[in-house]
């Protein structure tokens, strides 16, 4: 039976297999096997970032809409994502170093920070602050507030948390990544464009929400200054 007689399944047409198996690279015009692998990681990882962009648009909907719950519930699935997406990337250890540099001219000068839906989550994740924000001002609480009186605005101090698990989990993943550079071409060498491979670590230190992570200076300030241990 050729391709053209083949009946798909509902699931089959569904989720569109045939096209979606299509879209890496024939066994015949990969320049080593382990193409497949990297190249499949990599789109894989881009279905991750289109879910997180996603919830990072309904999200805010929600938040200006002053549907907590239902923002903090869209939070908790972009943290979910983050969760998996280092396991996702960690296959690409499989390939050896050397394998790997096959692959990467093959890229041309294509490269990873070039990813469509990383640099989107990038431009988008700051963006939800403003709309929390709002929030707070609203119930007349600053961020230091909800933390000392999380109990009277629970779901207002669980949003806050999932926004501060989205910055962290996010840092991480940029973190984990770095070492998946280390580890492939290594951290004294440039990128196909140039670019320092050190200069990722400086990256990382972007923060999507300062005032969070700054809060809990001030909390910890606040509390300290009362804070009076007993002598050993």
């Known amino acids: ?101 096959i692959i990467r001219l093959a890229l041309g000068r294509g490269s990873g920070q070039d990813s469509p839906g990383f640099n989107e989550i990038l431009k988008l994740g700051p963006t939800l602050w403003q709309p929390f924000k709002d929030l707070l001002d609203e119930n007349l609480l600053t961020p230091v507030q909800l933390h000392q009186d999380a109990a009277k605005n629970f779901e207002l101090f669980q949003l806050m948390q999932e926004l501060t698990c989205f910055d962290e989990r996010f840092q991480s993943f940029r973190r984990q990544h770095i070492q998946l550079v280390r580890r492939m071409i290594g951290m004294n060498t440039k990128s196909l464009k140039g670019v320092p491979a050190e200069a990722l670590e400086r990256a990382v230190r972007f923060e999507f929400y300062p005032e969070l992570w700054q809060t809990v200076c001030d909390l910890t300030d606040l509390t300290g200054s009362s804070y009076n241990p007993k002598p050993l």
Not at 27 to 37: G, H, I, Q, V, Y
Not at 65 to 85: D, M, P, S
Request: aromatic share 8%; hydrophobic share 40%.
């Open 1 to 101: 039976m050729t391709q053209e007689q083949k009946k798909l399944t509902d699931y089959e047409k569904y989720i569109r297999t045939e096209e979606l198996l299509s879209l890496q690279k024939p066994d015949e015009e990969l320049f080593c096997p382990d193409e497949l692998t990297f190249q499949t990681v990599h789109q894989i990882a881009e279905l991750h970032f289109k879910l997180i962009i996603q919830s990072i648009h309904f999200a805010d909907k929600h938040m200006r809409a002053k549907e907590v719950a239902k923002a903090t519930h869209h939070l908790q699935r972009i943290n979910n994502h983050l969760v998996h997406l280092p396991a996702v990337f960690d296959m690409v250890k499989l390939v050896s170093p050397s394998d790997y540099h």
